[in-house]
């Protein structure tokens, strides 16, 4: 499966973006979907996340309530939906798929076949 991670760009703090990742190739419904960011300077680290053949999520604490991730599969794609936008989100964010990830493991980034490319975010006022 190819994945194409799109929709970054500049945006004030408290604002919106929604980020998405597209699959080609495969029915992405059938695929663990991740999202990663990695900040200038920093490790990739884990945002949340999405059960294969499913709706469950996971999130990392320091974006509960503010990140959510659906699913819209007659488009094969997976959206990181982000709210109230801070600084500190700044970052190329980066979407991954397995079509083998257990729930729990939708926080590593070792657990992924594939990678889309990254998109940047800016949280800047």
């Known amino acids: 499966v190819q994945l194409q991670a799109f929709g970054g760009g500049l945006v004030q703090p408290g604002g919106s973006l929604r980020l998405s990742c597209a699959a080609s190739?495969?029915?992405?419904?059938?695929?663990?979907v991740g999202w990663f960011r990695q900040a200038s300077g920093k490790e990739r680290e884990f945002v949340g996340g999405?059960?294969?053949?499913?709706?469950?999520?996971l999130y990392t604490d320091a974006v509960k309530g503010r990140f959510t991730i659906s699913r819209e599969n007659a488009k094969n794609t997976v959206y990181l939906h982000m709210n109230s936008l801070r600084p500190e989100d700044t970052a190329v964010y980066y979407c991954?798929?397995?079509?083998?990830?257990?729930?729990?493991?939708?926080?590593?980034?070792?657990?992924?076949?594939?990678w889309g490319q990254g998109t940047q975010v800016t949280v800047s006022s």
């Open positions: 991954a798929a397995s079509p083998t990830i257990i729930f729990s493991s939708l926080s590593v980034p070792s657990a992924y076949h594939y």
């Open positions: 190739g495969r029915n992405l419904r059938t695929y663990g």
């Open positions: 999405v059960r294969r053949n499913g709706g469950s999520t």
